[in-house]
């Protein structure tokens, strides 16, 4: 039966420089699958990446294909294996299963219950199905994933209060000022990461918003929409000296912003106190500026205490919805272990007909003719009906299978009492 591997590592075994260096960005997850597709050694795959954490699932031909994945990592990112091989985590079988619908479902988040992941999710994998890269099993499992996620957030409350890291973000920066309502801040970046701060911004009722994205059109719609100002990317500098937050969520591969830049700044703000909350995956905000006087930067990992907080907060309801998660991989599980009972109940079926029909044709050709047409086929539904009846009961018993049975166990007895040649599975 194939085994299903998961091997990544997120915010909770890597530091942000180390899940920076792991990262994919679109191109090379496109790669990565073309790989993952093309292997040999692999069945299915699908990659995911995100700010917090970098996934591959995958379905070996054989053996597990751990140190291929993880030289694969260490080829395709151009890192050597000892710098991130102490952080990753592997899961095999269940643990993956249940780990990829924890993830689906935000347990797995830096802030439980945050909405964006399941997009993401399902991002990563149209992807994986649009590049040829994931088949029947890995399918069948994220939209797996995806149901169980729609059912803890519909029957729990962990996605109460609009929770994310963008919520996160300005809660710092809340925490940071005590009172939003004078301050301006500007958005580097107009994603839904940044149009979820400004929503959280206008609820603490910020005095002014300013976006600037690399796309001028996409910031001036955020802007637009929320009443706040658009400039142009390349602006980013000349407004340093006008707020007094900095949110950066762009998805650049390199600073954003410099040391250099926020000097400069500074000198014509008069150095008054400059905030930056970079929450960007690579980081855009130079950290070098936390050396520049009055400036301080908080990057992704600086979010840990409210995320800590959050998690306390919605214990009860994590409980809950990992009870529906232990439902669902059970419920994955019996689909997964069908597969290997369907070979075995489609050769009983193939055996007993050709039994019915070669002893049927003997039984007519004795009789010499003497049975009409109408008979005939009477005669043949009766012998197929008996051949029905008699393997009735054994098929239901490899259907219903028990969650504490070893149904391995059973499908070889049945193998060797119907003697059918078919070959075991793993």
């Known amino acids: 039966m194939p085994n299903i591997f998961l091997i990544g590592a997120n915010h909770k075994t890597a530091p942000v420089e180390l899940r920076e260096k792991l990262s994919f960005t679109q191109e090379e997850t496109l790669g990565a699958l073309e790989y993952l597709k093309n292997a040999p050694q692999i069945k299915e795959g699908l990659v995911f990446s995100t700010c917090n954490r970098m996934e591959i ?3 070996p031909e054989e053996g597990d294909q751990i140190e291929a994945m993880i030289q694969f990592i260490s080829d395709h990112k151009k890192i050597g294996i000892p710098e991130f091989r102490f952080a990753l985590y592997i899961h095999e079988g269940d643990e993956a299963i249940r780990h990829m619908f924890q993830v689906s479902s935000s347990l797995d988040s830096m802030m439980v219950g945050e909405p964006q992941i399941l997009g993401q999710i399902k991002k990563a994998y149209k992807t994986a199905v649009a590049e040829g890269a994931s088949g029947v099993i890995l399918n069948r499992m994220m939209h797996k994933s995806f149901s169980v996620a729609k059912r803890v957030r519909k029957e729990t409350g962990i996605g109460d209060n609009a ?16 009172d939003l309502s004078s301050k301006s801040v500007l958005l580097l970046g107009a994603g ?3 149009e979820l701060a400004v929503e959280h911004l206008i609820s603490h009722n910020v005095d002014k918003i300013v976006v600037a994205n690399r796309t001028f059109k996409n910031a001036l719609a955020l802007a637009q929409k929320f009443n706040g100002q658009a400039v142009q990317f390349e602006e980013r500098q000349s407004v340093l000296k006008d707020v007094d937050i900095i949110i950066s969520s762009t998805g650049a591969t390199e600073y954003v912003l410099t040391q250099d830049q926020v000097k400069q700044a500074m000198k014509k703000r008069q150095h008054r106190t400059l905030f930056f909350i970079d929450i960007a995956v690579p980081r855009d905000i130079d950290p070098k500026i936390n050396k520049v006087s009055n400036a301080y930067v908080y990057d992704i990992d600086d979010l840990t205490g409210i995320v800590e907080t959050n998690i306390h907060q919605r214990g009860q309801e994590t409980i809950k919805a990992e009870r529906f998660v232990e439902e669902a991989v059970l419920s994955f599980r019996k689909w997964m272990d069908s597969l290997s009972i369907v070979p075995t109940i489609k050769a009983i079926n193939d055996k007993m007909t050709a039994i019915v029909e070669l002893e049927f044709n003997k039984t007519m050709s004795s009789l010499g003719g003497h049975l009409s047409q109408v008979d005939m086929e009477a005669v043949r539904r009766m012998t197929q009906a008996i051949a029905t009846r008699a393997i009735h009961d054994p098929i239901k018993f490899l259907r219903n299978t028990g969650d504490h049975r070893d149904d391995s166990l059973y499908l070889n007895v049945t193998r060797q009492l119907f003697d059918l040649d078919i070959p075991e599975k793993d």
């Open 192 to 194: 839904e990461m940044a």
């Open 57 to 59: 699932l995958y379905i």
């Open 163 to 178: 929770v994310s890291i963008s919520y996160a973000a300005i809660e710092l920066a809340n925490k940071i000022f005590g």
